[in-house]
T-cell receptor, first 113, second 113 residues
Framework: DAGVIQSPRHEVTEMGQEVTLRCKPI?????LFWYRQTMMRGLELLIYFNNNVPIDDSGMPEDRFSAKMPNASFSTLKIQPSEPRDSAVYFC???????????FGQGTRLTVV | GNSVTQMEGPVTLSEEAFLTINCTYT??????LFWYVQYPGEGLQLLLK???ADDKGSNKGFEATYRKETTSFHLEKGSVQVSDSAVYFCALTDMDSNYQLIWGAGTKLIIKP
């Protein structure tokens, strides 16, 4: 398996624009996680899905953030409108169960100017 | 609530030096404990884990022992290499966290040749 695949690897956008981050989890994994990593706040869990259903979105910072998982092989994280404070590395991870051994993608480095 | 505290970095060592990165935790139950490693430009990878008291996790020459009496899970390696340069994250899961990973802030390790 190719592992968790995220796209794009880098995204630079202007404030106010919509940003969509994409993730393809490992086949057969039924949990998918979206994390945000910054120097100030470290690694934060934004939302996670089980069998394509959002289970806990309490980490989503604002209504500007939304995430979907239309099927077992694809998820998106959308920010609309984007703001400079959204600049961070966003990681997607998947696991066969919720406990441990989460496999991470290489991340998307988002810069909002 | 549950929490994980790691020693602040960066930790700078010479090649072949002995490494210790301290990690202590607060948990009301019986957590499972983990070390993840993040190499530059990549996502996090599980390095090792321990699921009950006195267990020792080991991988790639790294070891950590689950010490319930001191609520610690310190990471050690007898002889580090330049390729070990990375950020190391201590984490836990248990029932109180709904089995989601609670992360430490990460410790950057720099190994000089």
């Amino acid at each position: 398996d190719a592992g968790v695949i995220q796209s794009p690897r880098h995204e630079v956008t202007e404030m106010g624009q919509e940003v969509t981050l994409r993730c393809k989890p490992i086949s057969g994994h039924d949990y998918l996680f979206w994390y945000r990593q910054t120097m100030m706040r470290g690694l934060e869990l934004l939302i996670y899905f089980n069998n394509n259903v959002p289970i806990d979105d309490s980490g989503m910072p604002e209504d500007r953030f939304s995430a979907k998982m239309p099927n077992a092989s694809f998820s998106t994280l959308k920010i609309q409108p984007s703001e400079p404070r959204d600049s961070a590395v966003y990681f997607c991870a998947s696991s066969r169960r919720s406990v441990t051994e989460a496999f991470f993608g290489q991340g998307t480095r988002l810069t909002v100017v | 609530g549950n929490s994980v505290t790691q020693m602040e970095g960066p930790v700078t060592l010479s090649e072949e030096a002995f490494l210790t990165i301290n990690c202590t935790y607060t948990a009301t139950g019986y957590p499972s404990l983990f070390w993840y490693v993040q190499y530059p430009g990549e996502g996090l990878q599980l390095l090792l884990k321990a699921t009950k008291a006195d267990d020792k996790g080991s991988n790639k020459g790294f070891e950590a022992t689950y010490r319930k009496e001191t609520t610690s899970f310190h990471l050690e390696k007898g002889s580090v290499q330049v390729s070990d340069s990375a950020v190391y994250f201590c984490a836990l899961t248990d029932m109180d966290s709904n089995y989601q990973l609670i992360w430490g802030a990460g410790t950057k390790l720099i190994i000089k040749p």
